[in-house]
């Protein structure tokens, strides 16, 4: 279980000095390999970048190949929630910086696309240099997690998310939050709040807690349970929902208010016993260190896709360390995604548990791609493989292309059926 949020501001903190003592832990990465770690600088150019979008049905999927000179091959995620078009485009207008270069050091990579856009992040250059990292760790013969450090968790605590696709009745939440527990797994998050936005009515409000209480009643006090409100709601509304949540004991109630307003996060996170967990919309680290000298929310969602890549990533749980804070990166992207976590997740201290929705996808996914590590009784390890460890079936992929209605609209009635713009 996480630590409570009821830390209180040490004498004498403050945020300059929070930065000062976060400044050495990122002024030597060590979880970073160093300029000439691969081998010969220059040895190796790209020469291509290819990008695939595969049709999931409540989120269009847009995965990076890089292609080099010297036939080995790297892919990256790019994908944007819920946008496709953009995100695709980008990696394409991202080659002036990336074609000739050498893909054996991502990092410095990265830091040349964000320069070149005026300081500027998008998830295609995360997903590029995701892929460059594939490349780097293929060159070594090793799989990702031994090139960030080695283990320190072999084996990952998983929470199952995209369960619950039926209709939005207590009863139905129940049965089927009781078939996951019959999984293996430990742990499960949902949202039971509909459309609601920013405010509740009351009739609303009781059906949501009859649902979070159904599931809770159906699993028990064994397993985790984990309340998400993807930024439904003012200040008021999450401080009333978080005290209503209490006898429930969630693991944590997350971004009940919009996640990049970070002192409304601090607001709702002092008034409730309940943990607030937050961070996935956060695209610099300086919002992280913002939220975390508030010293109140002490469990951090960084999304890979979003936040720098594996190596934002990575800054990212240093900054939450030296805070005495969790990380649960946050994936609601593709299985390659859940693959890419794992090795970050296992070599860092900090971890607290990965989300995952791969049981709960569309069979044919497992024909796109193979080596995504599989959940064993609510835990996975990250793959042995040399690279990230997934290979791509680009043939399979081109039979599932982009769906003009492959996305979750989370403030319309029925959402939680995933079935995109098709049906409600």
């Not at 991202?94 to 893909?103: A, K, Q, S, T």
């Not at 008034?271 to 961070?279: D, E, F, H, L, R």
Request: proline share 6%; hydrophobic share 40%; aromatic share 10%.
């Amino acid at each position: 279980m996480a630590q409570s949020n009821s830390w209180g501001r040490p004498s004498g903190f403050t945020r300059r000095g929070m930065m000062q003592s976060v400044a050495g832990a990122l002024a030597v990465n060590e979880f970073l390999p160093r300029d000439g770690f691969a081998g010969n600088v220059g040895s190796m150019k790209i020469t291509e970048l290819k990008t695939f979008v595969v049709g999931n049905p409540w989120k269009n999927w847009v995965f990076v190949k890089v292609n080099t000179d010297q036939g080995l091959s790297g892919w990256g995620e790019a994908t944007g929630g819920l946008e496709t078009k953009g995100p695709e485009a980008q990696v394409h207008e991202l080659e002036r910086f990336v074609i000739g270069e050498d893909p054996l050091h991502p990092e410095r990579l990265w830091q040349k696309m964000h320069k070149g856009l005026f300081l500027g992040t998008n998830v295609a250059m995360n997903g590029i240099t995701i892929a460059c990292w594939d490349i780097l760790a293929k060159s070594l013969n090793a799989p990702l997690w031994k090139l960030l450090g080695g283990k320190q968790n072999p084996s990952l605590r998983v929470y199952a998310n995209g369960w619950y696709k039926g209709p939005r009745e207590p009863d139905a939440f129940a049965e089927e939050a009781m078939r996951v527990k019959s999984m293996g797994y430990t742990a499960l998050k949902f949202d039971p709040f509909g459309s609601t936005y920013r405010f509740f009515d009351a009739g609303e409000e009781r059906k949501s807690l009859a649902i979070v209480a159904a599931v809770r009643k159906a699993v028990g006090d064994d397993m985790d349970v984990l309340i998400e409100a993807h930024d439904r709601f003012s200040v008021s509304t999450a401080i009333r929902i978080g005290e209503e949540l209490e006898e429930y004991r969630p693991m944590w109630l997350e971004t009940p208010v919009m996640s990049t307003d970070i002192e409304a996060t601090l607001q709702v996170a002092r008034a409730i016993k309940v943990p607030v967990a937050t961070g996935e919309r956060f695209t610099r680290l300086g919002q992280f260190l913002e939220l975390l000298a508030g010293r109140v929310v002490d469990i951090v969602q960084p999304e890979t896709l979003g936040i720098g890549g594996i190596g934002g990533a990575l800054k990212a749980a240093a900054l939450a360390e030296a805070a005495e804070a969790f990380v649960a990166l946050h994936q609601a992207q593709s299985p390659y995604n859940t693959a890419i976590n794992a090795h970050i997740n296992a070599v860092i201290p900090n971890f607290l548990i990965q989300e995952c929705f791969d049981d709960f996808l569309e069979p044919w996914v497992s024909e796109i791609m193979q080596g995504v590590p599989q959940v064993k009784k609510g835990h996975l390890e990250p793959p042995e493989a040399p690279g990230i460890g997934v290979t791509f079936d680009e043939k399979a992929m081109a039979k599932h292309p982009y769906g003009p209605n492959n996305f979750l609209r989370l403030f319309e009635n029925g959402w939680e059926k995933r079935t995109g713009g098709s049906s409600h």
